[in-house]
């Protein structure tokens, strides 16, 4: 049988604080150093452009994408397919969309609160030209829908989202419950989260797009100072238990298990998230001293500041678009090649342009050794 939406049971009448109460102080604190660090970082949109594409790639892996980080910088990079089975370049253009539809909705949030009327247009951009285009970008669905196995009909479903025709009055709902003054903002947003989730209010996104909210509300309530917080690592991790604590707001009126799980989740991301903005601001300070020894060039910060946003990228684009003499570039290029700063990711062929890439970013941003 399948669990269906919680009707009235929104927002919870109450919570079991005494859970929760030891995790609001860690979870607190851990955002509030990781905004301190966000702060620390001139034009912190460069310098982590790397996490916010980390961010999209994790988002979109929950819902099933396959491509990597390195993929979607080199596809990037590259300009075509590059050879990428077509499976791979939807989903490329589906993490793309993400990022885009983050940088519509900050845009928006520049004059507008965090209303349905962003969430619709962020919808509308991260389902533009993709997979599910058909589906209503930007408008909230008329028909019922249901989770679970591929192609199941409703009956073998695992849950039931709010019927169709209660679903604006349900969003009229959650709007308001954004704009109350509750006892504590993490709690609400976790709220906000799942209630978001469980009504499923678009044909297709609406995982990609809950996730997305949360940086846009912390930003919002002023919990973070830049609308730069990347939650999606814990839930992939975490997958199983991210989808039955969902699963049990609606099944068994279990807000607290969720709140808690999420509270979980903002701790462990905000220091993920705290190291990995001070490794990248060590390594900016480092290479900042490094570059200019090296090319003995007036130019060094500006090509230090031109690869830190795309640390992958074609030869050719550099010396094209990094607003250096173009001799000037190539040598720069060369130098930093022969210190091994770029590595070689795709020899040049033909009349195109070698890729390289910046391997300590990149593994900075991946967490891990891959390049």
Not at 65 to 94: C, F, H, K, N, S
Not at 126 to 150: D, E, F, H, K
């Amino acid at each position: 049988m399948p669990v269906y939406y919680h009707q009235g049971d929104f927002p919870p009448e109450s919570l079991h604080w005494p859970d929760l109460i030891p995790l609001l102080g860690p979870a607190s604190a851990a955002v509030a150093r990781y905004d301190g660090t966000l702060r620390a970082i001139p034009n912190a949109s460069v310098l982590l452009s790397p996490l916010t594409t980390q961010e999209a790639v994790l988002s979109s892996r929950i819902e099933g994408t396959q491509a990597t980080m390195g993929e979607v910088l080199e596809y990037e990079a590259e300009g075509d397919a590059a050879g990428l089975p077509e499976q791979r370049v939807a989903d490329i253009q589906e993490i793309q969309n993400y990022r885009a539809a983050v940088r519509r909705a900050e845009e928006l949030l520049q004059d507008l609160p965090l209303a349905q009327r962003v969430i619709l247009d962020a919808h509308s951009v991260l389902m533009s030209g993709v997979r599910g285009q058909g589906q209503s970008p930007g408008a909230y669905r008329r028909i019922p829908n249901w989770i679970g196995p591929a192609g199941c009909g409703i009956e073998q479903a695992r849950f039931v989202p709010i019927d169709a025709d209660k679903l604006p009055d349900a969003m009229s709902a959650w709007e308001r419950y954004m704009h109350t003054e509750p006892p504590d903002r993490l709690v609400q947003l976790a709220i906000l989260h799942a209630e978001f989730e469980a009504l499923h209010p678009f044909l297709d996104g609406n995982g990609r797009l809950g996730r997305m909210l949360v940086p846009l509300f912390m930003w919002q309530m002023g919990l973070i100072h830049r609308p730069m917080f990347y939650i999606s690592a814990f839930f992939e991790a975490n997958r199983e238990e991210y989808y039955e604590r969902l699963l049990a707001v609606s099944r068994d009126g279990y807000w607290t298990g969720w709140c808690g799980f999420f509270l979980r989740a903002v701790q462990a991301q905000a220091e993920e998230n705290q190291q990995r903005a001070s490794d990248i601001l060590a390594l900016y300070e480092r290479m900042k001293r490094e570059i200019p020894d090296l090319t003995r060039s007036q130019y060094a910060i500006r090509a230090l500041d031109w690869i830190f946003e795309r640390p992958i990228f074609r030869s050719s684009d550099f010396v094209a678009s990094a607003g250096i003499p173009e001799a000037t570039a190539k040598r720069m290029l060369s130098l930093l090649r022969r210190e091994e700063i770029l590595r070689e990711l795709a020899p040049a062929q033909g009349r195109r342009a070698a890729v390289l890439g910046f391997p300590e970013l990149l593994n900075i941003a991946e967490g891990r050794q891959v390049f």
